[in-house]
C-alpha cells in the first residue's frame, strides 16, 4: 500500500459543502404523468483532510437545505470510516421530519459522499472497497419521452441500438394518464422497427395506466415483444402490480420511489413485480441500496438501479442480484457535463474505473457553477 495512506486519527470528517444546480433540458420533456423542462441536481462533497467524497440526488433545492441545516452538523466531527455509523445517525436526526421526499434524498447524497470518501480514503476503486461481483454492468438506454417527434424518437433509439450497441431500450407510454394509448402503441411499433427484432424493447408508463387498460395494452403490443413494463400502474398499487404482472408476458417492473427497506419487503411480499427498481438518490444511499438488494435476493429477485448512472456504477459491481442499470438520457447528459471521468456504455455495458479511488469521478467546478441556484 502507498506510504501516504490516511491512518484512522485522521479520518475525522471536517467539513460538508453542498451546491444546488438546475440545468435546462434539451428538448421538452414528459413521460405518462408529468411535465418538465430543467433538471435540479443537488451535489454534496465531505471532506476529511485532503480528500474529499462526492455524492449528488436529483430533486428539490431544499435538499440543499436538509443536508447544510440538518445533516451536516450530524457527521462533522465523526470518523469518515464508520458510513454505516453516519447513516444511522442521520436517520435518527431526521426521525421527527420523515424519510420520505426531500429528506431522505438528502440523507442519500451525502450517504453516497461518505462511501467515496472512505473508498478515496482507502485509496480503493469504490466497488473494491465495496466487494465487486463483476467488472461489467449491464445497461438499458432510457428516455424515450411522450413529448418526442418520431424523428427525435428515431435519433436516440437509433443512436443507442445502432451506434452504441446498447442492447436494450426503453421508452415512455402512458401519456396522459393513459388517455391515449393508440399513440402509445403507435410509438411502441416505431420503436420496434428502429431497434429491430435484436434489441429488447421496454415500456414505462409511470403509473398512467388502470390495471385492465395496462393489461389491455399490452395484449395490444403482443407482436412487439415487450420485455419490460414499468409501473403499468401506481407503485403504491401493490395488488395492481400484481394483477398486471400475473396478466402479461413482459416482467413488470416498480420500485423507484422507494425510501427503506420495509417498503421494498411490501413490494416483494406482495410478488408486485418481476424485477425490484432500487435508487440510491433516493433510498438513503448506498448503505439503504445494499440492504434492500439483499432484501430483494431473500426473494428471488433481481433489482435494477433507478436512474443517476454514474452514482450507481459501482454499488452495482457489488450487487449480486443486480439485472442491469438505467442509462437515463437527461441524467447522463449532467453528468457529463458536470463530472470529469464519466463512462462509455458502448455494446451496452459501463465498467467502473478500476485506476481510480472512489467513483473516479471529479467535479467541474467552473461548469457546474454556470447553473449554480444557491
Known sequence: ???????????????????????????????????WDSTTMIIVQVGAGDRTGLGWTYGTAACGQIVAEVLAPVVRGESALDVPGRWQDMITAVRNSGRQGAVGYAVSAVDVALWDLKARLLELPLHRL???????????????????????????????AIEQGIPRVKIKIGESWGRDPQRDLRRMGQAREVIGAGTELFVDANGGYTRKQAIRVMADAADLDV?????PVSSDDLDGLREVRDAVRADVAAGEYGFDTYYFRRMCQAQAVDCLQIDATRCGGITEWLRSAAV??????????????????HVAAATPNLRHLEWFHDH????????????????????????????????RTADADLFRVS
Open 1 to 35: 500500500m502507498n506510504a501516504g495512506r490516511i491512518a484512522p486519527a485522521d479520518v475525522v470528517i471536517d467539513r460538508v459543502d453542498v451546491g444546488v444546480y438546475t440545468i435546462p433540458t434539451d428538448a421538452p420533456e414528459a413521460d405518462g404523468t408529468i411535465a
Open 130 to 160: 465495496l466487494g465487486a461481483v463483476r467488472d461489467e454492468v449491464l445497461v438499458y438506454g432510457s428516455g424515450g419521452f411522450t413529448t418526442y417527434s418520431e424523428t427525435q424518437l428515431r435519433e436516440q433509439l437509433g443512436h443507442w
Open 227 to 231: 420485455h419490460w413494463f414499468e409501473e
Open 296 to 313: 430483494a435476493a431473500s426473494f428471488g429477485l433481481e433489482v435494477s438501479g433507478h436512474c443517476a448512472p454514474h452514482l450507481h456504477a
Open 332 to 363: 447522463v447528459r449532467i453528468e457529463g457535463m458536470l463530472f470529469e471521468g464519466t463512462l462509455d456504455p458502448q455494446g451496452g455495458t459501463i465498467t467502473p474505473d478500476s485506476s481510480a479511488p472512489g467513483n473516479g469521478l471529479t467535479l
